[in-house]
């Protein structure tokens, strides 16, 4: 069964086992990735619907990724920003991040009634699409709910943007993803303010520095804030919620 098309039902939903991310459109019946005996097997989840000979409503997963660098040399820093935030999500949802394939640590759970594949590549930052590609591809994600998480200097520090599309910014990750996405870059991101090196201080070093405590305050809240994004883009795709977000976000720290 394939995971491509996207459902958002208007009832409550029950599943069989964990699932993957969602969009709009009832379906029947959907198939997610689940963890039994050491492997991801793909699982049929049924969800209630008014209409009981409607049948199972289908939902479209979600692959949510941060990029980062695996290793406690690299916890906390700038650059694994991204980490963080999945790390964030898998606890707010409930999501064991337990498992390892395609170079990469993942969580199986869901959002919501939605299916969603948390993933942490482990294959190094400038690598990151090595892991997320074939993992796109394995479990038919469509190009729309591959959410990338990263750090974004051009951002000020804290400051959240969530976007449909666009380049890779001279981000050596997020390039190296689109490269294995085909060249593609139709799939949205979130991107994690981490400011711009002072002075002519080194980005490589900047990017590896850990943040400072009044920074560090900042990017605990915009995790908080990003969890809440996360959801809304999930379970309600790109609505007006999430234009109200990035404009709440571009002036969070201006005064008036």
Not at 45 to 70: C, K, R
Request: charged share 20%; proline share 7%; aromatic share 8%.
């Amino acid at each position: 069964m394939s995971m491509l098309a996207a459902a958002t039902p208007t009832t409550s939903a029950h599943f069989s086992a964990p699932l993957l991310p969602s969009s709009h459109t009832p379906r029947r019946s959907v198939a997610a990735p689940f963890r039994r005996a050491g492997r991801l097997r793909l699982a049929t989840v049924v969800a209630s619907v008014p209409d009981p000979a409607a049948g199972p409503v289908e939902y479209t997963p979600w692959l949510i990724a941060g990029l980062g660098n695996p290793g406690n040399k690299y916890y906390g820093t700038r650059h694994n920003v991204g980490f963080e935030m999945v790390d964030r999500i898998a606890r707010e949802e409930g999501i064991t991040m337990n498992t390892i394939q395609s170079k990469s640590l993942l969580g199986v759970g869901s959002i919501g009634e939605v299916p969603v594949l948390l993933v942490k590549p482990q294959s190094y930052m400038n690598y990151s699409g090595e892991a997320i590609g074939p993992l796109a591809a394995y479990y038919q994600v469509p190009l729309r709910h591959i959410l990338l998480v990263y750090d974004d200097m051009s951002l000020p520090n804290g400051v959240l943007r969530i976007q449909r599309k666009g380049g890779h910014g001279r981000h050596n990750g997020l390039q190296n993803v689109i490269e294995h996405l085909d060249g593609r870059r139709e799939f949205p991101r979130l991107s994690i303010g981490i400011g711009s090196p002072p002075g002519k201080m080194d980005t490589r070093a900047f990017l590896l520095q850990k943040f400072s405590s009044e920074e560090r305050m900042q990017i605990d809240t915009a995790l908080e804030q990003g969890v809440d994004a996360v959801r809304t883009l999930v379970l309600k795709g790109f609505s007006g919620s999430i234009e109200r977000f990035n404009l709440v976000q571009k002036y969070k720290f201006h005064r008036v």
